[in-house]
């Protein structure tokens, strides 16, 4: 796993992950470029299905095994976990 491309919420998440194939981490997947089919096939792999062409951040429910593979990735930038935001008054 390239831990260069997590940010540092997701490598503290992933310390926890109960089972490696368990699709627990909503992510931002950024990535360099608009995909190239290669690319697409892989992310496909990870359930990620609503791919649009030409875009370079996609939203995915993935799990550990899948963080680890992407993060190996050249065309991946980096991945950030998702977390809820509150509204400030």
Do not use: C
Not at 3 to 14: P, R, T
Not at 15 to 32: G, L, M, Q, W, Y
Not at 57 to 85: C, D, G, H, M, P
């Amino acid at each position: 796993m390239n831990y260069q491309k997590l940010d540092a919420s997701l490598a503290m998440a992933i310390k926890d992950a109960p089972e490696p194939e368990t699709p627990n981490f909503v992510v931002f997947i950024h990535t360099h470029s608009p995909l190239e089919p290669d690319a697409i096939a892989i992310l496909r792999n990870t359930t990620l299905n609503n791919i649009i062409e030409g875009e370079k951040i996609f939203t995915a429910t993935i799990s550990l095994n899948s963080i680890s593979q992407l993060s190996e990735q050249t065309w991946v930038k980096y991945l950030n976990l998702s977390r809820k935001l509150s509204l400030v008054n």
